[in-house]
């Protein structure tokens, strides 16, 4: 009895475990599905494609904790334009890498600030504002980059592909940075207020916490980081282009939420976020390797976005309960 | 009495008892009301009249007894749209009208018979002719959005839409507060068509904080306290006197005056306060060490002043919350983390928040006072209200501020665990910190070396030592002037 | 000035004329019947999909998959009406019967409609994809012969946006019904303590949104030559940007059918517009950010002034 309590307890607290365990079930079915010995390929191909999923997700994740009606649908044209300004920097120098990168960061904490801006001096809510700043920020993309490709530097190249062992050097990195942020995000101050702001912003208010500040900083943080992940996407790809970053709008969500994270702020997990990122990859790859169409893959991915959220809408109740007492509620309301 | 014999009831209310939690709102409550009566219902803060409203008009079910009306019987299984077509209608103090929809709109959501051709003309000519009538002069148009109108004049709807009658008589109206956003002339209006209402066989049940509308529109008055009903006289055999003595509690002054320390600092050690208040007051300050307490009505100004004073000095401030979901929870976190958030700046090293500090500092508290948990990593929503209030407190006293806000902090906590929080403020005190409590309990207020009573927005008076009384607190939040 | 202000639709109307006349100053010959035919020939099923949204948020959700949605609609027609017609309607009344269905379970289990729209767009999406993976297909001649109708004076598709702008503000604005829609969005204990069930209301409104959903994707199979499974996925941002540039809000059940329509009319022609005013290729897509930047800060301006 006891044991059973500590077990559902600690998956109660922590509801990003399920996840990784979607991720292993996907693993394993695909590697028996494409009868392959190809277990360690799938490895190192899940780890490298993951690695986008996951910082978009990342980057998505900080706005959303901010509380409800927080969401930066900017991710995918901020990660065209800031891969476009690291190409062009670099000009296939790899002297000029860190500089590129540097340019990159820059110009998407920019596109952040931007965002805040719009949000808190205009009251444009977030979902809007966000979409009519990615409008201006792909044009200003397409008229930079003017449609060319600049190759990445032959060193970056090489780091995106590297590997130690079958885990590729990129995924790494990216999970080491994931590391750093979930320590600024649980572990400092402004993690925290971030955390206190997405769960009652007039507590927070009144807690001290200095509220503008912490909004402006998580807009641009997220789009700093997803900044980092279109020049990482450029490398991995051989150079940027300006549609590379569209798929990853709807994912970017859908990691987050898969990944155990609220939707409505407040309660946030990082690692969720890696395994959600792992799952989608192999959900694809799955869905391939059973010779599923493109449109079926889609629709299975639609599905199981739904069933994640509606699983997770009673998480802290017993599922029978969670099923029955709305419709109980419901047929008992007086008419 | 007279009348009563001649007068059939209308509303009975047998035994009714109403619980949240181990707060009992209601115990007992048994009360008739005589057909062509206007009822007053009385008591100071707390005392169950919103509770008990709105269990008669269905909001509420309640835990044990019986509301039975006339020619129906008991009430208890019917919802508040069947109430309100057996023509029992309610105005609360929260607005209950849709702020997007239009007057006339309103109107329709009451009499929902009202569809087809023409609707909208005929549900505005409902409400603007009875506008109208209530409110002469009133110059609300049928098809503006609520939204856009004042404060007054939605509550002008709000009241008017009660007294709407299509096809269904209207019985009893239930007013709480009406007059709290009228100016003066829309509330005498508002009284004389009471008068004429009941006067014409119906009911009202009047809840008021003001004493004259009270005595001028009622016929009987009820005076509640701690959720009993504990007199009930007809208006013309007492007084605005008599009724608010009945109010207060027969065992006044649990510590006695003769315990109060007398406070020893000087103004200028202490920090402005800058609170609006009457002519007669000096500026007021609050003195390392000293308690003050906010006293008056609920909502007159008490939580703005505690507000304005944090926005003046924050992080010299901490802030402990009464309305807890609103302004003081984080109902995600554990116990720790709701505990850390106000001292996160002491338990840093390189920047980070040691776990181990953190946890420590959490401990501390939870033992210090008496947080009842499994541990600190518990979710803070799974304690009880009294013990989610202590972690409230543990977050206010962790942080390095030296003043303590407290937004009438007890709220619907139980004796013993106010018995602790009492010793915890005491003792803190003691070091050296100052509180400005804001509190609607009058046994509070005896721990505070000052209290400032609050009446309309504005300090009335500075009680000291022993003028600190219930008598005097009552007196002057019901706007008594200082005698010279 | 307070009454005028009341009308929420005056300012898109504003910005949709001062648009409509720089057109007309820039390109004179715009001002005849087939240039208008022209500018507005694609309004009409975006007016369609805002519609669709704007019942979700006037219940303070939000349909993040009206663009799937109206893709697999548009797909449905051209693959199977001409041919199949049963397949074709039984997919798309299914289809109506699914998306009421999400809104009725939305507010049953209190889910985020965020969310489970957004998953339901990968759901429409791939419906879309697996009718029809490669671009082709056909609307049946009789379709299209009536969305190209040739009206007199006025072109069809300004014709439509202002009967369906009329039939709507009828429906939400002006009806008892309608009342109780909007009222659901403003204060749902009000309705709540009214008798009535918000659950039903919200299934009914998503009833409404996949009605002029299925609408929009009709009309779009009947102006178009060949379609692709994502032939109208902008149409969800779209929509959302028109009905709050047409005075809507995403809380509180504040929307404007006429601002609704009067506000895809005015991003329809915003790309026009900018094409006619010689914006680079390259900046047409910020620019239209910016007009939605701009029509929403002035917004904000004059709703501040009301208060």
Redesign the interface.
């Known amino acids: 009895m006891n044991t059973r309590f500590s077990i559902k307890s600690t998956v109660g607290s922590a509801p990003w475990i399920w996840s990784y365990a979607a991720a292993a079930v996907m693993a394993l079915v695909t590697i028996t599905f494409s009868r392959a010995s190809g277990g360690l390929d799938l490895l190192t191909a899940s780890m490298s494609f993951a690695t986008f999923f996951a910082l978009t997700g990342v980057a998505q994740l900080f706005v959303i904790t901010l509380g409800p ?1 927080n ?1 930066d ?1 900017s991710i995918p044209a901020n990660i065209n334009l800031s891969a476009a300004v690291a190409m062009q920097v670099m000009g296939g120098s790899d002297t000029m890498v860190l500089i590129g990168l540097l340019a990159a960061m820059a110009v998407g904490s920019l596109v952040g600030l931007g965002n805040y801006l ?1 949000i808190a001096l ?4 977030p ?3 966000t ?10 993309a ?2 930079y980059a003017g449609g060319y490709r600049v190759q990445p530097p032959p060193g970056l190249k090489e780091f995106v592909r590297a590997k130690i062992g079958p885990v590729p050097l990129m995924a790494l990195a990216a999970i080491l940075i994931t590391m750093c942020l979930a ?1 600024l995000l649980h ?3 402004f993690g ?1 207020g971030i ?2 702001l997405g ?2 912003p ?3 208010r ?4 200095a509220v503008e500040r912490t909004r402006a900083l998580t807009y641009a943080l997220a789009a700093t980081i997803a900044a980092f992940c279109g020049v990482l996407l450029a490398a991995f790809s051989g150079g940027s282009s300006l549609e590379m970053g569209n798929e990853y709008l ?1 994912s970017s ?2 990691v987050v ?1 898969i990944g155990g994270t ?3 702020g ?2 946030s997990f990082l690692s969720g976020v890696w395994g959600a990122s792992f799952f989608l990859f192999l959900l694809i790859t799955m869905l391939n390797a059973l010779g599923a ?14 069933l994640v ?2 699983l997770a ?2 998480r802290n109740a017993g599922i029978g309960q ?1 099923v029955f007492a ?2 109980l509620k ?1 047929s008992r ?3 | 009495m007279q009348t009563d014999k001649i007068r059939p009831v209308l509303l009975d209310l047998t035994g009714v008892d109403k619980s949240f939690g181990q707060v009992h709102a209601l115990s007992g409550v048994s009360l008739s009301l005589h057909q062509g009566l206007c009822t007053g219902l009385v008591g100071h803060n707390g005392a169950g009249k919103s509770t008990l409203i709105n269990v008669i008009a269905g909001f509420l079910p309640p835990s044990a007894g019986d509301v039975a009306f006339d020619g129906v019987g008991t009430l208890n ?3 508040i749209d ?1 109430r309100s077509a057996l023509g029992i209608r309610c105005v609360l103090q929260e607005l209950s009208l849709c702020p997007n929809l239009t007057v006339a709109e309103n109107t329709q959501l009451l009499h929902r018979h009202l569809r087809g051709r023409g609707w909208r003309r005929k549900a505005a000519d409902l409400i603007i002719a009875k506008l109208d009538d209530i409110f002469p002069g009133h110059g609300i148009a049928p098809h503006t959005e609520l939204r856009r109108l004042p404060l007054g004049a939605r509550q002008m709807v709000e009241i008017a839409r009660a007294f709407t009658q299509t096809t269904t008589e209207v019985r009893l109206v239930i007013l709480d507060e009406p007059t709290s956003s009228l100016d003066t002339q829309s509330s005498a209006q508002l009284l004389r068509y009471v008068r004429t209402f009941v006067e014409g066989g119906k009911n009202c049940l009047f809840v008021s904080h003001k004493m004259d509308e009270i005595t001028s529109v009622t016929d009987e008055v009820v005076v509640l306290k701690d959720g009993r009903v504990v007199h009930q006289i007809e208006t013309k055999d007492t007084s605005r006197a008599e009724i608010v003595s009945k109010m207060g509690s027969i065992d006044t002054d649990l510590r006695g005056a003769s315990q109060k320390k007398t406070f020893g600092g000087k103004d200028s050690d202490g920090i402005a306060l800058g609170l609006p208040a009457g002519p007669d007051i000096p500026p007021l300050s609050l003195r390392p060490g000293e308690v003050i307490g906010l006293a008056g009505l609920a909502g007159d100004g008490q939580t703005e002043a505690l ?1 304005s004073v ?1 926005a003046r000095y ?2 010299k ?3 402990v ?1 009464g309305d807890r979901a ?8 554990s116990i720790k ?1 709701n505990t850390s ?2 001292a ?2 002491s338990l ?1 090293s390189n ?3 040691r ?1 181990q500090s953190e946890a420590k500092l959490a401990n501390d508290w939870k033992d210090k006072i008496g947080i009842r948990a499994s541990g600190i990593d518990a979710d803070l929503t799974s304690l009880s209200g009294g013990n989610q209030q202590k972690v409230l407190f543990a ?1 206010a006293l962790a942080s390095a ?1 030296d003043i303590v806000l407290m937004d009438d902090p007890t709220r619907g906590v139980d004796v013993g665990t106010k018995r602790e929080i009492y010793q915890i403020i005491e003792a803190e005190a003691q070091t050296g910190r100052s509180f400005l409590w804001y509190s609607t309990e009058f046994d509070e207020l005896t721990y505070c070396d000052r209290v400032l009573v609050f009446c309309q927005g504005k300090v009335a008076v500075v009680l000291e030592g022993a003028e600190i009384n219930e008598q005097n607190v009552i007196a002057f939040s019901f706007g008594q002037k200082v005698s010279a | 000035m307070i009454t005028l202000l009341q009308y929420r639709v005056l300012l898109p109307l504003v910005t949709l004329i001062a648009l409509t006349g720089t057109i007309f100053i820039l390109q004179p010959r715009t001002m005849s019947y087939f240039g208008l035919s022209l500018l507005f020939s694609f309004i009409l099923p975006i007016a369609l999909a805002t519609v669709a949204q704007m019942f979700v948020i006037a219940v303070n959700e ?1 349909d993040l998959s009206i663009g799937a949605y109206v893709s697999f609609a548009t797909v449905t027609v051209v693959t199977y009406l001409d041919t199949d017609p049963a397949i074709a309607v039984g997919l798309l009344l299914g289809a109506i019967a699914l998306h009421t269905a999400v809104g009725a ?1 939305i507010q ?5 409609s ?3 729209t ?14 029809r ?1 490669l671009p082709g297909g056909h609307a049946p001649d009789w379709l299209t012969a009536i969305v190209k109708v040739k009206t007199p004076f006025v072109p069809f598709p300004i014709l439509a946006c202002v009967v369906l702008a009329l039939l709507l503000h009828l429906l939400l604005m002006r009806s008892a019904v309608g009342t109780i829609f909007r009222g659901t969005g403003g204060n749902e204990r009000a309705i709540r303590n009214a ?1 009535l ?1 918000v ?1 039903g209301i919200k299934s009914a409104m998503f009833f409404l949104s996949g009605l002029f959903g299925v609408l929009s994707g009709v009309v779009l199979a009947g102006l178009i030559v060949s379609a692709d ?1 994502d032939i109208a996925s902008n149409y969800t ?1 779209l929509s ?2 028109a009905v ?1 540039l047409g005075g809507g809000l ?1 809380v509180g059940g504040i929307v404007s059918p006429t601002g609704a329509v009067i506000g895809a009319a005015t991003l329809t022609l915003a790309a026009s517009f900018l094409s006619f005013i010689n914006v ?1 290729a ?9 007009i ?2 701009i029509a ?2 002035l917004r ?1 301006i004059t709703e501040r002034y009301e208060h």
């Open positions: 009606g969401i649908l719009l205009l009251k444009i809510p979902i809007i504002a979409l009519a700043s990615s409008f201006v920020v792909q044009s200003i397409i008229a320590v572990k400092t101050p925290r955390t206190a769960q009652n007039t507590a927070a009144l807690a001290n916490i709807l969500i859908a939420v609220a939707i409505t407040g309660r169409s493109p449109g079926l893959r889609l629709m299975m991915m639609g599905i199981i976005i739904c959220v509606f809408s009673f969670a709305p419709l419901a309301r007086p008419r | 299984l019917l919802s069947q507000k944090l924050k992080r401030c901490t802030f919350a609103t302004d003081g929870v984080f109902p995600l976190w983390h958030i106000g996160l700046h840093l920047g980070i928040i776990s977050r501020s | 939000i379970l049953l289990f209190q889910m985020p965020i969310v489970i957004l998953g339901m767009s990968f759901f429409w999406g791939g419906c879309a994809l697996m009718v993976p008798g069930s659950t499974a941002l959302i940007a709050i995403f680079p390259d900046w047409q897509t910020g620019a239209q950010g910016a939605l930047i929403l800060a904000g």
